[in-house]
Structures are given as C-alpha cells and as structure tokens.
C-alpha cells in the first residue's frame, strides 16, 4: 500500500538549535516528494521538492531535504530555527504510476514550535 | 495578484443549508484541486479537474458537488450541511505536463463551520 508517515505530530525547540522533521513513505512506484509549509491561518507554502538528482534538495527559509530511497525517507531540516519558522509541515508524496503523477498524498503534519 | 483565490475565507452556517465555495486561478494553470483540511490538520484531495474534465474524484459524499466553468475556476458547492462538514477546504492548481510533476499553488483556504 502507497502511504505517508510523519513520524512526529509536535516537534518544539528552542531558538537557534537544529531541528529535523521525519518523512517516512512506503510505495511500489516512483515518486516525487515535497515539503509544504502552513503558517497559522493560512494556504500552504512550498518549501522544497524532489524530483530526480542530487538527493540533497535545498529550499526556502534555509530548510534542506535528504532524499534516502533505501530507506525511503526524506527528512527535512534546518541548522538553525527562527521564531517566525513556528508552523505546520506537511510531507507529500506523488506516486508516479501509468505516467500520471497529479495527486499528492499528504502525511498528517508535524507542528514545529520554536521557543525562545 | 493573488495566484489562487478562495472566497469567502470564513463560512458559518446552519445544519442542512446548502452553501457554495469558490476558487479561482489566475496562473494559467489547467489542473485544480479541493483539498480538506480536518480538525487534526490531516489533508485529503476530494475531487481534482483538467482542464474541465474530472480526473480525481475520491470517497466523497454526493453532498459536495464539484462544477468547473472554466479552466480558471472550480467552485464547490455542499448541499444539506452537516456538522461533520466542518472544516477548512483548500483549493489549489498546477500546470500538468505529461510525465513531469509541477508544485500544486493552494488558495488561502475556506474555513467552514457548521452550527
């Protein structure tokens, strides 16, 4: 079964430390991958994607993601964490089957909160 | 300019009511998507079209009804409103080009409550 896991619901940590969210996926096809961000009361934000090469993909905001196909993960993280990163991350996962790869399956979101 | 736009951004209405969202794109795009968003923040496509023509029409009460005038606007409208139906809804688009994938451009989102 085609399915996206995050693995944690909240992450809180302070200013300036490093932070990793966890993006854990199972699939039979190929895939694309991307990370969205939600700020409060608001649409969602692309962040980064992976869609084939380097599988070191680098985004907005300083955040960066590791594509690891043997392990099919594609954790997303940050050196360094601002305030204004306090949000919502949503992985996403297009499984690319019969050329078709419209639809996006998100996993449940991780709240990052960053304390001062 | 906004890219993808929602209209109204807050819906407060009562059980049974019919009411209608809209969305509208102004990137050129020929793929749009609704999205809900539940309490818990969990997102799941409902209903995707190209170009007019739906593509993607998941497990969805036949209350929602999708409608795609054009290749700029989706609209959804929701008929007899039920409490369960409280949610945020997403809108989103993207440009389909064969094999590629290309990023999905949300609207603000809809935030619908059911009294």
């Known amino acids: 079964a085609q399915s996206v896991t995050q693995l944690d619901s909240q992450v809180p940590v302070f200013e300036e430390a490093p932070v990793e969210l966890r993006c854990n996926y199972s699939s039979s096809v190929s895939v694309y991958l991307f990370w969205y961000v939600q700020y409060p009361n608001q649409g969602l934000q692309l962040l980064l994607k992976?869609?084939?090469?380097?599988?070191l993909v680098k985004g907005i905001n300083g955040f960066e993601a590791e594509f690891n196909k043997s392990q099919t993960s594609f954790h997303l993280r940050k050196p360094s964490v601002h305030i204004s990163d306090t949000a919502e991350y949503f992985c996403a996962v297009s499984f690319i089957s019969s050329g078709s790869a419209r639809q996006l399956t998100f996993g449940s979101g991780t709240q990052l909160t960053v304390l001062p | 300019d906004t890219a993808v736009s929602q209209t109204p951004k807050y819906l407060v209405t009562q059980m049974g009511n019919d009411k209608s969202i809209k969305c509208e794109q102004n990137l050129g795009h020929d793929t749009m998507y609704w999205y809900k968003q539940d309490s818990k923040k969990f997102l799941k496509i409902m209903f995707s079209?190209?170009?007019?023509?739906?593509?993607i029409n998941e497990t969805v009460p036949n209350r929602f009804s999708p409608k795609s005038p054009d290749k700029a606007h989706l609209n959804l409208h929701i008929n007899s409103l039920e409490l369960g139906d409280s949610a945020v809804y997403f809108c989103a688009s993207s440009q389909f080009t064969g094999a590629s994938y290309n990023e999905q451009f949300f609207g603000p989102g809809t935030r619908l409550t059911v009294l």
């Open positions: 992976y869609l084939s090469g380097s599988t």
């Open positions: 079209y190209n170009n007019k023509e739906l593509i």
